[in-house]
């Protein structure tokens, strides 16, 4: 490492030498051995081993259990504009491999916290809007040239953008010692966007997106091909598609040939944004819709009445302290889903809980067709779209499983 480095040192515990050696990007509080006088929260420093050796530089949180989260492992980095122009390239030049059409790219995640190396940043793009989601600190405190980077990539990409708009109304923020607020990130010298409703199109399926309002970022977009893979299976079929939400997976559904599409959602909310997207596309006289909550509906469910189910529950777990609830909910749903299904029949299910890894979900599969007196047999196996790529040795990266499954 270089004798002259400027920025101010947390040393690790052998421990927490051993855990970077896997390069997570993230350091424990409980993993530093020591830190230097006159850190402050939301400086950059750099992260030495047990040995002296560099590990990496990252953003510095008190606040935080996770103390530093990594941003390069590359001493001569120098974290100016030019760094995070290049760090936002890559990003986009990413999603343009691998999204299939520019159509996609209208409507995908541009960064993904650590899986670009942006830690704790999110950002959607719904056509002309990007949406922002800050929960570190590091981040906010260099928002303004992060964002400017953003919006000079994209403007020298042909990517038209009118604003960024700021979902940091969340809870979570707090631990990292930060406040809730949402609304348009104003530049100087430019107007603040009129609109915060736009519209998307993903899979040849329109939809309305509420930015302001929406959850989270205003629409999920991780599940993109997840719905398009289930609407070859809706062909001819009686749909029923459970925690619809805005009716994403109910629209593939009648899109992709299905006889009809039942869309259920606990908000009523949500229920009505379901039924003017259908309008939207023109699918309404093969849809319907009802504000239910799913586990009082699904025990009322004829055998048969439906030939395929979907799945697509909020996280039920947000903690390794409450997965075994979590297991309970979902083998509830899946349980009275392959109940219901006859011999034959389809069902789509998903958790996007990184705290139920899949080899739990799927034991809680297996133990839901033993109860419901069924086989099941594996069509597909799917995770999140790639724009929410996965880093292999960031398991919380890894969060979305997805299963189609025929019942026998």
Wanted: charged share 30%; aromatic share 10%.
């Amino acid at each position: 490492m270089k004798d002259n480095r400027k920025y101010l040192k947390v040393t690790l515990s052998a421990r927490g030498t051993r855990r970077q050696e896997t390069r997570h990007p993230w350091v424990y509080d409980n993993e530093i051995e020591a830190t230097d006088e006159g850190i402050k929260d939301g400086d950059l420093v750099d992260v030495i081993s047990s040995s002296g050796k560099y590990t990496g530089t990252g953003f510095y949180n008190g606040n935080s259990k996770i103390r530093v989260r990594i941003i390069s492992r590359n001493a001569n980095d120098t974290f100016d504009s030019a760094f995070w122009e290049r760090r936002v390239k890559y990003a986009l030049d990413y999603r343009k491999t691998v999204m299939r059409d520019d159509e996609d790219l209208k409507c995908c995640r541009l960064i993904f916290g650590e899986a670009d190396e942006f830690p704790g940043l999110t950002l959607d793009r719904f056509d002309d809007i990007l949406v922002a989601q800050v929960l570190s600190l590091g981040i906010e405190v260099r928002k303004d040239l992060i964002f400017d980077a953003i919006l000079k990539v994209m403007e020298q990409s042909g990517e038209k953008v009118i604003g960024i708009y700021e979902r940091n109304d969340v809870a979570i923020r707090e631990l990292e010692g930060l406040s809730e607020y949402k609304g348009y990130y104003v530049r100087e010298g430019q107007e603040v966007p009129a609109k915060t409703v736009t519209e998307i199109k993903e899979n040849g399926v329109r939809y309305k997106v509420d930015v302001e309002n929406g959850q989270k970022t205003g629409f999920f977009l991780d599940q993109k091909y997840n719905r398009e893979a289930i609407s070859r299976i809706a062909r001819g079929k009686n749909v029923l598609d459970c925690f619809t939400h805005t009716g994403s997976f109910a629209l593939n559904a009648a899109k992709g040939g299905a006889e009809h599409v039942h869309a259920v959602d606990v908000s009523q909310t949500a229920v009505d944004m379901a039924k003017a997207n259908a309008e939207l596309n023109g699918l309404s006289d093969i849809m319907s819709f009802e504000a239910a909550d799913v586990f009082d509906l699904l025990p009322t469910i004829d055998k048969g009445q439906y030939d395929f189910i979907i799945l697509d529950p909020p996280a039920f777990t947000k903690s390794r302290k409450t997965k075994s609830n979590a297991q309970r909910g979902y083998k509830e749903i899946n349980y009275r889903a392959m109940k219901a299904l006859p011999r034959g029949g389809y069902l789509a299910t998903c958790s996007c809980s990184h705290f139920m890894d899949e080899e739990s979900f799927i034991k809680m599969l297996d133990s839901a067709a033993k109860d419901a007196g069924v086989r099941i047999k594996q069509i597909e196996k799917r995770q999140q779209s790639p724009d929410h790529p996965i880093l292999l040795n960031v398991s919380e990266t890894d969060y979305l499983k997805f299963f189609i499954l025929q019942v026998f």
